[in-house]
């Protein structure tokens, strides 16, 4: 009976030490802070969506406003800054180098920022409406002038056909390539081809002879009529 008893005390559970109290105590605390810790959190992140929201409405009323710049801001308040325009009907963007310079811009969707406008904030620049505008038409004058005197550049002149090709039909390829061949130079009549120059001695000889017949038969109707008149 004694060794059953003693079993039966030995596998019930021991009273908790001094040790394992504070262990537990110190366990309960820590879940309390952590538990309170989330409870903070989330009560500022809904207190800064609603100052968020209170800011970003008053912002869509003012008329006479077309963008609203922040101060640099943390990633949970950028994020919901964001989530609250998008609800709004807004355009946001986040610029800045570092995570501590971050900061978030508003603009209302009639007033959308250009490509320009929004490359200029992310370098760090402060946008110029009339210094853009006034580079945009320096770049366009420019472009104009490059195009014209582009197109005023002359092109080397070439014909558009070959005269022996042209007329190859006409007088045939071997009697055109001939002719192109018997060209020599002429001080009176430029370039003719040499068969035309005998043909053109030929002429004169002839014509020549004709003369000289014609005066000699003149001479001889003269010489008759003296004749007769003696």
Not at 197 to 226: C, L, P, V, W
Request: charged share 40%; with cysteine.
């Amino acid at each position: 009976m004694a060794d059953l008893l003693g079993s039966i005390l030995s596998s019930m559970e021991k009273p908790p030490t001094v040790h394992n109290q504070e262990s537990r105590r110190k366990a309960r605390e820590q879940a309390a802070r952590l538990k309170k810790l989330e409870e903070d959190e989330k009560r500022k992140k809904t207190e800064f969506r609603r100052k968020m929201e209170k800011e970003v409405s008053s912002f869509i009323q003012d008329s006479k406003l077309q963008k609203k710049k922040y101060d640099p801001m943390g990633k949970i308040e950028r994020s919901i800054l964001h989530d609250v325009a998008e609800v709004a009907g807004l355009s946001s963007f986040s610029f800045g180098e570092d995570e501590e310079s971050r900061y978030v811009m508003l603009f209302k969707k009639e007033f959308a920022p250009s490509d320009e406008e929004l490359e200029a904030y992310r370098k760090g620049e402060e946008w110029d409406p009339q210094k853009a505008e006034e580079r945009r038409r320096l770049k366009e004058k420019a472009a104009l002038e490059m195009e014209a005197a582009s197109r005023s550049v002359k092109r080397p002149a070439s014909p558009n056909s070959n005269y022996r090709d042209k007329y190859s039909h006409l007088i045939g390829t071997s009697a055109a390539k001939d002719a192109a061949h018997t060209l020599e130079a002429n001080q009176a009549y430029g370039c003719v081809p040499v068969a035309n120059k005998r043909d053109t001695r030929s002429i004169e000889e002839a014509m020549n002879e004709i003369r000289a017949k014609k005066r000699q038969k003149k001479g001889e109707e003269e010489g008759a009529g003296s004749g007769s008149g003696v």
